[in-house]
């Protein structure tokens, strides 16, 4: 799959994307619960947007991707970060089993053919928490992208609570967090009022905002 990088990166400057920047963080800080000094692994790291966040939130990063353009923007505009980007398979992690503290999946689901495999790697080398994001199927914005001519939405697999949850199994401890429930807007003076609006919705648990986050640990694990 192609993706012009750089317009990759600056959608989140947009005013759209300034807004979906601050709902999914919120929703990777509540669920993930990062402490000073956890290893995390992002898997699928893209342009380094969430790897970054996650070293913000003082966490030792490492990075993973298997597009050399992606990285290549990743290391160029977050290499002053405590951020390692490497190119690799989530598939086949170049990791030791119960290597970091948390794995992290965002929006990469959609985009790799099996998605199971790739849930076991993560797992493997997870020693509790494992946080994913996805496109979720039941939603506006799904709607509104499969009718868009991009290619990237075309080549997307977006999934409903339910797939993704068959894929986790039963023996997992699992919570998460919906938002992106109304149409994208150029906000200007609502910006404040919607997010309020979006915050509202995913308190009440409805299943059917665009971005879920999804934080998964076996039952029998406590951090």
């Given at each position: 799959m192609e993706i012009n990088t750089k317009e990759y990166e600056a959608w989140y400057t947009t005013p759209k994307g300034e807004f979906v920047d601050v709902l999914e963080k919120e929703v990777i800080s509540e669920l993930c619960n990062i402490l000073p000094g956890d290893k995390?692994?992002?898997?699928?790291?893209?342009?380094?947007?969430?790897?970054?966040?996650?070293?913000?939130?003082?966490?030792?990063?490492?990075?993973?991707?298997?597009?050399?353009?992606?990285?290549?923007?990743?290391?160029?505009?977050?290499?002053n970060l405590q951020v390692d980007f490497k190119a690799g398979d989530a598939y086949k992690l170049p990791f030791a089993d119960r290597s970091f503290d948390l794995v992290a999946m965002i929006t990469v689901l959609e985009f790799i053919a099996n998605p199971k495999q790739a849930l076991r790697e993560a797992f493997r080398v997870s020693k509790d928490k494992v946080f994913l994001g996805i496109l979720n199927k039941n939603s506006y914005l799904a709607w509104r992208r499969k009718k868009s001519d991009k290619k990237i939405w075309q080549e997307a697999h977006s999934y409903t609570l339910k797939e993704i949850f068959s894929f986790l199994g039963q023996e997992r401890e699992i919570k998460w967090r919906a938002v992106l429930y109304l149409p994208l807007i150029n906000n200007g003076f609502l910006f404040n009022f919607r997010l309020w609006l979006e915050r509202l919705f995913s308190r009440l648990k409805l299943p059917y905002g665009a971005f879920v986050g999804i934080i998964v640990r076996a039952k029998n694990e406590r951090s």
């Open positions: 995390v692994l992002e898997i699928g790291c893209g342009t380094g947007h969430f790897s970054a966040y996650f070293s913000k939130l003082r966490a030792e990063v490492t990075a993973l991707d298997t597009s050399p353009d992606m990285l290549h923007l990743a290391r160029e505009k977050y290499g």
